[in-house]
């Protein structure tokens, strides 16, 4: 893991597909990772979880949320925090959607 640059060029962080209709693009440190996620119209993260806790901030569009037995409508500035190990999942709306997304630790299956 380097250490990323003072400042960030998302347009130069090569995107990498987590699922079908979603991408990631991630920066790390060796205690903070950011992902920008893009979702296309209608893309799913399939249910899951991961000891990292999660926080972040949607971006643009709208997306529904599940974290454990809460299901929220998220759309621009709404925020989430997910505790490690709690099951999430989310679906985007219509026109699709961007999130920024903060691990701590970060999360060792996204830097390989």
Known sequence: MSTPP?????????????????????????????????L????????HQHPHEQ????LEGEGRFTVGEEERIVGPGDSYAIPGNVPHAVIAGPRGGKA???????REDYLR
Do not use: Q
Not at 29 to 34: F, G, R
Not at 40 to 47: C, G, I, R, T, W
Not at 100 to 106: S, Y
């Open 40 to 47: 296309l119209p209608e893309a799913k993260v399939p249910l």
């Open 6 to 38: 003072f400042f960030i060029n998302w347009a130069s962080v090569p995107p990498r597909d987590l699922v079908p209709g979603v991408t990631l693009r991630i920066v790390s440190s060796e205690t903070i990772m950011l992902s920008l996620v893009e």
């Open 100 to 106: 920024l997304d903060i691990f701590h630790p970060p």
């Open 55 to 58: 926080m972040g901030i949607w």
